[in-house]
């Protein structure tokens, strides 16, 4: 009988693992995509726009509010020059430079949630090189 009570035990403490393992693992897997991104550190020249991109030059990262350097400021650049927006070019995001890419990305016609990624980066207008007009960049 003292085996079978060993079982048992066994058998509610492994139940009781697997009810706090599967949470966070679907926790884990319905994080967002922007989450497994690098931030935006700096920015980089694709195709003859002016694009915020992470510290290898990858184009696919993130810039939200509380993030700072020149990643924040080429989109505050790119906020200022293709959306006339009036904000500072500090390279602070902060409440100023979330409502400003709200708008842009109204404007475009995408998910107007105050976060750059890459859907944002494809739909909003970037400006290019010299004295060309802002345009998409791929």
Do not use: W
Not at 106 to 126: E, M, S, V
């Amino acid at each position: 009988m003292s085996t079978f009570s060993a079982l048992q035990r066994r058998g509610a403490v492994a139940s009781a693992m697997l009810a706090l393992a599967v949470p966070a693992a679907l926790a884990l897997s319905t994080a967002p995509a922007s989450a497994a991104r690098p931030t935006c550190t700096t920015f980089t020249e694709v195709a003859g726009a002016l694009l915020p991109s992470a510290a290898n030059h990858n184009t696919d990262c993130v810039l939200r509010r509380g993030d700072r350097g020149d990643g924040v400021k080429q989109l505050q650049r790119t906020l200022v020059a293709c959306y006339q927006a009036g904000i500072a070019k500090d390279g602070v995001f902060g409440a100023d430079t979330e409502d400003a890419l709200r708008r842009a990305q109204t404007k475009a016609g995408t998910n107007a949630d105050g976060i750059y990624g890459p859907q944002t980066r494809r739909a909003i207008n970037h400006p290019f090189v010299g004295d060309s007009p802002c345009g998409r960049a791929s």
